[in-house]
């Protein structure tokens, strides 16, 4: 029995199959990821950064504030005061009728303890308010009787207070405001992206 020649060629399979690669669902997770990795990154830098700077202002608002020359009880010092600075008389203890005078100003007690510097490892009571018309160096005398510690002058550490409490509040917006806003945010992201992919994923019927 014939069948004819061989085919030249030999036995024909067809061509071979077609693989057509499956497109990835987007957006892709690297959106998630990012957005958390960001926001814990900078979210700990800010709070680092807010916190240092609230230690940073109140520790400056304390120091600022200490007398940088001092005098001892009779002893008459010159001393340049300016009345926006609201100045002041401190003591680094508690003297006993004390007497303060500045010339060519008034020099009011306050309540002692009432307002406290710290400077050199000292803690300073302000003991007197000065009032001077305008700026310029004045004559400045203590006497207390039985008293060795220090006076000094300096200006109102309420005014240094305020001023930090001030500052305080932008480094705690900061600290709080920032890691708080970031996370929020990472977590819209989060959200979208899982929303989108599930979009993506149903048009693709997979």
């Known amino acids: 029995m014939t069948y004819g020649p061989p085919h030249p060629y030999g036995p024909h399979y067809g061509p071979p199959p077609v693989f057509t690669p499956v497109p990835p669902i987007k957006p892709s997770v690297g ?38 020359s001092t005098f001892s009880s009779g002893q008459t010092v010159t001393v340049t005061l300016d009345p926006a600075d609201g100045p002041g008389i401190y003591a680094d203890a508690f003297p006993m009728e004390t007497a303060c005078t500045v010339k060519g100003g008034t020099a009011s007690p306050v309540a002692s303890g009432s307002q406290i510097a710290a400077g050199n490892g000292t803690f300073w009571m302000r003991e007197f308010t000065l009032k001077v018309p305008v700026k310029g160096d004045y004559q400045v005398t203590c006497t207390a009787d039985d008293y060795t510690g220090r006076f000094g002058v300096s200006r ?51």
């Open 31 to 68: 959106w998630i990821v990012g957005a958390w990795v960001a926001a814990v990154l900078i979210g700990a830098g800010a709070f680092v950064f807010g916190l240092i700077g609230v230690f940073t202002t109140t520790a400056t608002s304390l120091l600022g504030s200490a007398p940088t």
């Open 156 to 206: 109102d550490s309420a005014a240094d207070a305020r001023e930090a409490s001030a500052a305080n509040g932008f480094y705690k917006a900061v600290m709080l405001g920032v890691p708080v806003g970031l996370l929020v945010a990472a977590g819209v992201v989060n959200v979208l992206v899982v929303v989108r992919r599930g979009q993506n994923r149903r048009a693709m019927g997979r």
